[in-house]
């Protein structure tokens, strides 16, 4: 006989799935656990990177405030840049504070962010040590020969007086002065005749017409004298100006000469522009020589490199700075001003700079190029030429236009300024600003003498 047994597996399932259950369980307990170790890390990544932008909103609060009162020492009680369910609480405290060299500052920023739940340990803190420096320029800030002064859109002028050797014309919403900040402003109305061919007695006194035309919302807030201006629409005195005066003669002024000749005599070394001693571009650092440079060639300074310039520089071709350029004045020169002569254009753009040095000197830039048969070496330009000349756009500042303490000058053309910030003056033939915001040229503030700038940045770990 044959025996059959039956196997009842009914009981093997059930351990089977606690043990499925458990290593499941075990499974999810750690992907929960990563995910909230991930998300906390996230949050307190994100607290730090708020701190690091308060403590830097605590510096450009600071340098607005020092532009406006000199004697401005920082913020000793906490101030609060947001305080929102989102971001927590973010105060800041600067300090400022004098150094060896009259013309520069320390400026500390300290920044706390805060869990709206406690309020009493911040979760990051983060501060940020930077050198400011003031800026001096000399003489008028935005000075044009008979092309005269253009402004359109919404650019604006501010903290500087204006001289203009032929005619200002403004549309749109454009501004020179403020109405607390009123400034003086001359046109001689030099510019006739303003035909094709003047011939060769080029520039004169126009005998008819007004030297001032203001359209749409235009303003000048100020003290005006202009040359056979009657209409004085729009020009107003603000606090503390004259508005238009009647009768007033603005005489001729020239703009500050250049000794071309004398630039190209001191040259001490010189080289192609595409020799990599002084080519800067991606993340170089360079360093050109203390004595006078020549340069032949087109000269691009682009990408993310940084410029030492320690003396005069002659380019016989364009110089573009571009990019995150970057060109500091070396200290060494003290108030001694470098220049850089070009025959070409110049340009500039991007998030580029040039930065003074700590005595507060910037470069002159400056470009001779012309229309006529003698560029790029005219003694003198006249008549006819020159009418084309001034027409020619030989230097165009855009990007942010964050130039402090630089001098900017088409010595026979037109300077084009787009964008806006700040820079110590613009010197041409013509100046056209109908593509640019507001633009503080000089030093003249309502703190008195000087226009403060970051020139360095470190991050400080206590």
Not at 282 to 311: A, E, F, H, I
Request: glycine residues 12%; proline residues 4%.
């Amino acid at each position: 006989m044959i025996n059959f047994r039956t196997t009842d597996d009914k009981g093997v399932i059930l351990p089977a799935l606690i043990i499925f259950m458990t290593a499941f369980s075990m499974v999810g307990l750690a992907l929960a656990s990563y995910t909230t170790g991930q998300y906390s890390r996230t949050r307190d990544n994100v607290f730090h990177a708020n701190s690091t932008q308060v403590a830097e909103a605590g510096i450009e609060q600071s340098l607005y405030q020092i532009n406006q009162d000199e004697s401005f020492t920082g913020y000793a009680a906490e101030q609060t840049f947001f305080n929102n369910a989102t971001q927590g609480k973010g105060v800041f405290t600067t300090t400022i504070s004098a150094t060896a060299d009259s013309n520069a500052k320390m400026l500390v920023s300290t920044a706390k962010v805060y869990r709206l739940s406690n309020l009493s340990d911040p979760v990051s803190t983060r501060k940020i040590r930077v050198t400011i420096v003031g800026t001096n320029s000399q003489g008028y800030s935005v000075h044009t020969g008979p092309g005269g002064l253009i402004l359109g859109g919404g650019a604006s002028i501010t903290n500087s007086d204006v001289y203009v050797n032929g005619k200002i014309t403004m549309s749109g919403s454009a501004r020179i002065g403020t109405s607390a900040q009123p400034v003086e402003v001359n046109a001689a109305h030099i510019s006739c005749p303003n035909t094709a061919n003047p011939g060769p007695t080029y520039p004169q006194l126009c005998s008819t017409g007004q030297p001032i035309s203001l359209s749409g919302s235009s303003r000048i807030y100020g003290t005006v004298c202009a040359t056979g201006q009657t209409n004085s629409t729009g020009i107003l005195p603000g606090t503390g100006g004259e508005g238009l005066k009647p009768g007033c003669v603005a005489p001729q002024v020239s703009a500050p000469s250049y000794d071309r000749a004398a630039h190209i005599s001191s040259v001490v070394t010189t080289a192609a522009s595409t020799n990599s001693a002084y080519t800067c571009a991606n993340s170089d650092n360079k360093s050109w020589p203390t004595q006078s440079l020549k340069l032949t060639g087109n000269v691009n300074l682009g990408g993310s490199c940084r410029l030492l310039l320690r003396g005069n520089v002659y380019i016989t071709g364009n110089l573009d700075l571009g990019g995150a350029a970057q060109v500091t004045i070396d200290d060494s020169l003290g108030t001694t001003r470098p220049v850089i002569m070009v025959d070409g254009t110049i340009t500039t753009g991007g998030s580029s700079k040039i930065i003074a040095n700590r005595s507060g000197i910037g470069a002159h830039l400056v470009s001779f190029k012309s229309t006529a048969a003698c560029n790029p070496d005219c003694s003198d330009v006249t008549g006819t030429d020159l009418k084309n000349s001034q027409q020619l756009e030989t230097v165009k500042i855009g990007g942010s236009a964050s130039m402090p303490g630089m001098i900017f000058q088409s010595h026979w053309g037109k300077l084009t300024l787009g964008g806006s910030g700040n820079m110590g003056a613009a010197l041409g033939q013509t100046i056209d600003m109908t593509g640019s915001g507001t633009v503080t040229f000089g030093t003249i503030l309502s703190s008195g003498s000087r226009s403060w700038t970051v020139t360095s940045y470190q991050q400080i770990f206590d």
